[in-house]
């Protein structure tokens, strides 16, 4: 079965950083395009960053320059490094398997919650 398992969520102040990570089993991670989404109470799921099984990387256009996605096939984990974080960045953080687009989810995980606040 498909398994996805977030972590490294947390309280943080803002301008701070967090590195999430995401625990994969169940699937060929390695060939898998990955996306972590949020969201934030009331309101609906977004599409964070993504990452091919190349490497290559796509953004949503309020994280680039803030936020890193980065692969690491061996240990079947993907990793979502924040920094400069604002009290907006504020949600469930969601790692999933990539659907027909970016913008479409074939399996995510549990979540986990990163706060920003002072």
């Known amino acids: 079965q498909v398994q996805l398992v977030e972590s490294g969520g947390g309280l943080v102040q803002p301008g701070g950083s967090l590195r999430l990570s995401c625990a994969a089993s169940?699937?060929?991670?390695?060939?898998?395009?990955m996306s972590w989404a949020r969201q934030a109470p009331g309101k609906g799921l977004e599409w964070v960053s993504g990452i091919y099984s190349d490497g290559s990387t796509d953004y949503a256009d309020s994280m680039k320059g803030r936020f890193t996605i980065s692969r690491d096939n061996a240990k079947n984990t993907v990793y979502l490094q924040m920094n400069s974080l604002k009290p907006e960045d504020t949600a469930v953080y969601y790692c999933?398997?990539?659907?027909?687009?970016?913008?479409?989810?074939?399996?995510w995980g549990q979540g986990t919650q990163v706060t920003v606040s002072s």
């Open positions: 169940g699937f060929t991670f390695s060939s898998s395009a």
């Open positions: 999933a398997i990539k659907g027909r687009s970016w913008f479409e989810f074939a399996y």
